[in-house]
């Protein structure tokens, strides 16, 4: 099925969008400005707080013109209170008009492509034309964590059959295994067994190079994790590329690029918060996952030579500073990569902080202000 046909009608409405997949630039941004969300869990906060931020913070992006606002699953880690990408965007969908909402995304290995197809299906009947669905291939976890999501040892195994799973869960999708197939009579629902209608376009997400060859085989959008993976990134976006063959779904390829940003008034600031998520990366790294940290906690810490050039590694790929700043580096990062997209992510402490980070950067780049 193409994902060009009444999705692409959809896309439209909030007059950003040009097809299913495709953004529209907006003020002077060079590229569509979307958001990733990790629903982070501040010391201090609490999971319902950290989700209460993420309505507002959709309800912002939509105000603000972001084209899309996805979440990503993790699991078995306290700052991150994004396990359930499927409930989180139902309730999403639930308090916004316009939006696209998606997983950014979805581990698919860690699932049965039936259980995806059928709750993606359910998420697309709540908000038709809205819903975008963003696959990735590791668990999204520690490996202890990841065996116990699939009751299995066998990690490599679920890794290797991607495309495998990628297949059976887009005829799930579409409602087309042939006849002779063990699951010709089985049907996802909602889905297209209830009469013609539109599902969710699929991304394949990726940090090195294996989705991005695959989705340039299959004609699929591409969502590159460069926000975690800086030096793979042009590497990838360029086998991408050089892999693409055009499909029911574009005729050209269409990536994306998850950044780390952060603006505030003034730089200290700026740098007082994107500290926060860089030491709450190195305890990941390092064992031991919690809470994101406090500004004040990041600042009294005590960095060990390594655990210092560990977080000014981190910090180099965040764009962070001043609106002024965040524009300019957004966009030299845009320039070389050739990103069709930007989505925006800000891991830090304060939940205002990441608020007022996305409205200064709209700001910046002078998005309307929708209705």
Do not use: C
Not at 15 to 44: E, Q, Y
Not at 117 to 134: M, N, S
């Amino acid at each position: 099925m193409s994902e060009t046909g009444t999705q692409a009608d959809a896309g439209t409405a909030d007059g950003a969008g040009t097809d299913a997949v495709r953004g529209a630039a907006l003020g002077s941004a060079p590229v569509p400005l979307s958001v990733l969300d990790l629903v982070t869990v501040g010391s201090g906060s609490t999971a319902s707080r950290a989700l209460a931020t993420s309505v507002e913070l959709s309800r912002l992006a939509e105000r603000r013109g972001y084209h899309r606002h996805w979440v990503a699953e993790h699991h078995s880690m306290p700052g991150v209170a994004s396990s359930s990408p499927a409930v989180i965007l139902a309730h999403l969908a639930a308090h916004t008009r316009r939006i696209r909402l998606g997983s950014g995304g979805v581990m698919l290995p860690n699932h049965a492509p039936l259980v995806i197809a059928e709750q993606f299906g359910t998420l697309e009947a709540l908000a038709p034309g809205r819903i975008d669905l963003g696959l990735g291939r590791a668990p999204g976890t520690d490996g202890a964590t990841a065996a116990a999501l699939r009751r299995t040892d066998r990690l490599n195994e679920g890794a290797d059959d991607f495309p495998e799973q990628l297949s059976e869960l887009t005829r799930f999708l579409d409602d087309d295994f042939p006849d002779a197939h063990p699951y010709s009579r089985i049907h996802a629902v909602p889905g297209p067994v209830q009469g013609p209608k539109g599902r969710p376009p699929v991304w394949l997400l990726g940090s090195s190079g294996f989705s991005a060859r695959l989705a340039g085989l299959l004609g699929l959008p591409f969502a590159f994790a460069h926000h975690f993976s800086a030096r793979n990134t042009l590497p990838a976006l360029d086998l991408y590329r050089e892999s693409f063959r055009p499909s029911a779904v574009l005729d050209a390829p269409y990536a994306l690029i998850g950044v780390g940003a952060l603006a505030a008034e003034d730089e200290k600031e700026a740098y007082r918060q994107v500290l926060t998520g860089a030491l709450s990366m190195l305890r990941l790294r390092t064992g031991r996952p919690g809470l994101i940290p406090t500004p004040e906690e990041a600042e009294a810490y005590g960095f060990s030579p390594a655990e210092r050039e560990f977080a000014d590694g981190w910090l180099a790929n965040v764009v962070y500073g001043t609106p002024d700043a965040v524009r300019t580096g957004l966009d030299e990062l845009q320039k070389r990569t050739g990103a069709d997209e930007l989505m925006l992510t800000a891991n830090v402490h304060g939940a205002q902080a990441r608020l007022r980070s996305h409205e200064l950067i709209a700001d910046a780049y002078g998005l309307p202000e929708l209705d």
